[in-house]
């Protein structure tokens, strides 16, 4: 008769069993993917369709890539409420739900990486023929003579998105050392974060950019304030 023990080693044998295959047919899927991207790559760069694309590609991300980058922090906060949520969440749907904010805080560090390297590599400012975005200016603040203070905003956004994303990858060091209160501590900016970066993208951000661009920055509040709601309520019923 098939016991209950048996029945969990049976399935810890399979997911062991398969977490192995998955390591072997890695080295194959990233060499295959590495392949992948060489030719497109190498056929972007000699045909005049690859040119067209690339330009077409570039400008269209010099305008979007940091409303994209603020979008994905966006999800990646309120997906870090819902993995922290312990009423209604199941263990299993925290763990899914933590996956999801990682992934989603590294794609926007992508799309902040994209923005700040295009803006940098951009012969002049859209809006000014005259001026030009530093590579200091995406690390330093109040350096740029464009718009000094609201540039600032959004490069004090930007380390701290980086500084977010590290701290998350060295999460362990934190809690095993038991400082898990400090890492707290710094995700929380992540609110900061958000509202800097709307500011930026407001006061600092090409004018004529398209309604929806305004329309998801408001989204982007409501979303924020709705994730300080439920953190809030969240907090008060732990010390209930």
Request: glycine fraction near 8%; hydrophobic fraction near 55%.
């Amino acid at each position: 008769m098939t016991t209950t023990r048996t029945r969990s080693r049976g399935r810890r044998d399979s997911r062991s069993s398969a977490a192995r295959e998955g390591a072997e047919r890695r080295p194959a899927v990233l060499a295959s993917a590495g392949v992948v991207i060489v030719v497109l790559a190498f056929g972007l760069a000699v045909t005049s369709a690859g040119h067209v694309i690339l330009a077409a590609s570039d400008h269209f991300l010099l305008k979007y890539s940091g409303v994209f980058a603020l979008l994905a922090l966006t999800g990646s906060v309120c997906m870090g409420v819902v993995a922290a949520d312990r009423i209604v969440m199941t263990p299993g749907h925290r763990v899914l739900a933590q996956a999801i904010h990682r992934a989603v805080s590294f794609g926007a560090l992508a799309f902040l990486i994209i923005h700040i390297v295009l803006e940098i590599t951009a012969p002049h400012l859209e809006e000014s023929q005259t001026q030009h975005v530093h590579i200091l200016d995406a690390f330093i603040p109040f350096l740029s003579q464009y718009r000094t203070f609201y540039m600032a905003e959004g490069t004090i956004a930007s380390d701290i998105i980086v500084l977010l994303v590290i701290t998350g990858i060295i999460r362990r060091r934190f809690t095993a050392g038991g400082h898990a209160w400090k890492w707290r501590v710094i995700h929380y900016s992540s609110y900061a974060a958000l509202i800097l970066g709307v500011l930026h993208g407001l006061l600092a951000g090409r004018k004529a950019i398209g309604s929806f661009v305004y329309w998801s920055y408001g989204i982007v509040i409501v979303l924020v304030a709705l994730a300080v709601l439920v953190r809030i309520l969240e907090i008060g019923r732990a010390h209930v």
